[in-house]
């Protein structure tokens, strides 16, 4: 580890390796720190990812794909099921990953692209000249020391630390922020070619709770529920704890992990001075689904693109890294995100009695495509009783 660089990338997860890579690849020098002592662990999410949508960045690898999804389901609190085909899920479907190894590969490929890794080595402060980010301080293995680089990358996932000490706000309301739990279980009976989303009150409260796949008798099963809903005994493990024993009583849970994952809009400005932030820590989790592993790489490769600019041109000013803001926001993920906020902002207000109707109004049509909008035509055409409510939410995401 040097004590200069052109760009430093804090956080070794899908966001900040892409960066790294890409400002490697076009020449830079760069280093990425991981305040942990080993990429890719501990794992915090479900693993899922559409299959389009990963080919984007890396070519899949049977190394790290722990399955590979048919069809998804929607399953409603009186158990109505949604059945959502493969060739109609869109990014429903898709492969599951081994995150211990996918992030390892990421972050292995930019180690080749030329970008220095340093693990065990936590970004304590920016180091700032006039409001300007020129660096940080960093504690590695117990031993403080300074990196100073033109730009540096925040991408130290959903708590967001560096991009706070930087200045900005990354506060995440508490009914937007989702408490999550999820179980690493086998020899559990599942389908091992369908993700399932289970939803309900009772289940989830203003949340959904999942079943992804990872082989023919094991699954991460996880929940997610609304931060305000969250209290001594209704906290999502409680809830997960429930489920699992109704449903998987002979099980065996062989990991646990829990967490935060915010479902709110994404930051309103993800650059400053010599800082540019990316992945969960700008915010760009799809606040429907919770996905944010292609936002992530997303948005880290864009934002290494425009530094790399930025420091050929000698101006690595907030108003010279703001074409990497504005270029996320006006691409499709940055309309999705927006559409889905808005969308999930609808659909947390429904009681059981509603998303049974729902359910129930579409258990058995057949769309060509899947999509958000397609699916809201049809629940308008079938609940004529919930016309006003449904053409409103039409209407915002015209």
Same mark, same amino acid.
Request: glycine share 10%; charged share 25%.
């Given at each position: 580890m040097k004590s200069n660089y052109d760009i430093l990338v804090v956080g070794g997860g899908p966001a900040g390796a892409l960066a790294a890579k890409t400002a490697a690849e076009a020449g830079n020098s760069v280093c990425l720190i991981e305040k942990r002592s080993a990429i890719g662990t501990?794992?915090? %999410?479900?693993?899922?990812?559409? @299959?389009?949508?990963?080919?984007?960045?890396? @070519?899949? *690898?049977?190394r790290w794909i722990s399955a590979e999804i048919e069809r998804a389901r929607l399953i409603a609190p009186n158990g109505t099921t949604v059945n959502l085909e493969q060739d109609r899920a869109g990014n429903e479907v898709g492969y599951v990953l081994d995150r211990k190894i996918f992030d390892r590969e990421l972050v292995w490929q930019a180690a080749e692209a030329g970008a220095d890794v340093v693990v065990k080595t936590r970004a304590t402060a920016p180091i700032q000249e006039n409001g300007v980010v020129r660096g940080a301080k960093v504690l590695s293995v117990g031993t403080p020391a300074d990196i100073r680089a033109d730009v540096v990358i925040?991408?130290?996932?959903?708590?967001?630390?560096?991009?706070?000490?930087?200045?900005?706000?990354?506060?995440?309301?508490?009914?937007?922020?989702?408490? %999550?739990?999820?179980y690493l279980m086998t020899d559990i009976d599942i389908d091992a070619g369908s993700t399932d989303f289970y939803l309900g009150n009772d289940v989830a409260p203003e949340g959904y709770l999942w079943i992804f796949p990872k082989g023919e008798r094991t699954a991460n099963v996880g929940i997610g529920i609304s931060g305000r809903k969250s209290r001594d005994g209704t906290?999502?493990?409680?809830?997960?704890?429930?489920?699992?024993? @109704?449903?998987?009583?002979?099980? $065996?849970?062989?990991?646990?992990?829990?967490?935060?994952?915010?479902? %709110?809009?994404?930051?309103? %400005?993800?650059?400053?001075?010599?800082?540019?932030?990316i992945g969960d820590a700008a915010r760009v989790v799809d606040p429907l689904t919770g996905g944010g592993i292609g936002n992530a790489m997303f948005t880290g490769r864009l934002a290494a693109q425009v530094a790399s600019e930025c420091i050929s041109a000698g101006n690595c000013s907030k108003e010279a890294l703001m074409p990497y803001d504005a270029g996320w926001r006006a691409s499709r993920m940055g309309v999705l995100?927006?559409?889905?906020?808005?969308? $999930?902002?609808?659909?947390?207000?429904? *009681?059981?009695? $509603?998303?049974?109707?729902?359910?129930?109004?579409?258990?058995n049509i057949s769309l060509k495509e899947f999509s958000v909008s397609a699916l809201i035509k049809e629940l308008? @055409?079938?609940?004529?009783k919930m016309l006003f409510e449904l053409k409103a939410l039409k209407d915002a995401l015209s």
């Amino acid at each position: 580890m040097k004590s200069n660089y052109d760009i430093l990338v804090v956080g070794g997860g899908p966001a900040g390796a892409l960066a790294a890579k890409t400002a490697a690849e076009a020449g830079n020098s760069v280093c990425l720190i991981e305040k942990r002592s080993a990429i890719g662990t501990p794992v915090r %999410c479900a693993e899922g990812i559409g @299959k389009e949508l990963l080919r984007e960045f890396v @070519k899949p *690898d049977p190394r790290w794909i722990s399955a590979e999804i048919e069809r998804a389901r929607l399953i409603a609190p009186n158990g109505t099921t949604v059945n959502l085909e493969q060739d109609r899920a869109g990014n429903e479907v898709g492969y599951v990953l081994d995150r211990k190894i996918f992030d390892r590969e990421l972050v292995w490929q930019a180690a080749e692209a030329g970008a220095d890794v340093v693990v065990k080595t936590r970004a304590t402060a920016p180091i700032q000249e006039n409001g300007v980010v020129r660096g940080a301080k960093v504690l590695s293995v117990g031993t403080p020391a300074d990196i100073r680089a033109d730009v540096v990358i925040a991408a130290d996932g959903t708590e967001a630390q560096f991009a706070r000490r930087a200045g900005l706000d990354t506060t995440v309301p508490l009914r937007e922020m989702m408490s %999550c739990a999820q179980y690493l279980m086998t020899d559990i009976d599942i389908d091992a070619g369908s993700t399932d989303f289970y939803l309900g009150n009772d289940v989830a409260p203003e949340g959904y709770l999942w079943i992804f796949p990872k082989g023919e008798r094991t699954a991460n099963v996880g929940i997610g529920i609304s931060g305000r809903k969250s209290r001594d005994g209704t906290r999502a493990k409680d809830y997960l704890d429930r489920f699992v024993a @109704k449903n998987f009583p002979d099980g $065996k849970t062989i990991e646990c992990i829990a967490g935060g994952v915010p479902v %709110c809009r994404p930051l309103p %400005c993800t650059v400053g001075d010599g800082l540019m932030v990316i992945g969960d820590a700008a915010r760009v989790v799809d606040p429907l689904t919770g996905g944010g592993i292609g936002n992530a790489m997303f948005t880290g490769r864009l934002a290494a693109q425009v530094a790399s600019e930025c420091i050929s041109a000698g101006n690595c000013s907030k108003e010279a890294l703001m074409p990497y803001d504005a270029g996320w926001r006006a691409s499709r993920m940055g309309v999705l995100l927006e559409r889905n906020y808005r969308v $999930k902002e609808y659909f947390v207000t429904l *009681d059981d009695r $509603k998303l049974n109707t729902l359910a129930e109004s579409i258990a058995n049509i057949s769309l060509k495509e899947f999509s958000v909008s397609a699916l809201i035509k049809e629940l308008i @055409k079938r609940n004529p009783k919930m016309l006003f409510e449904l053409k409103a939410l039409k209407d915002a995401l015209s």
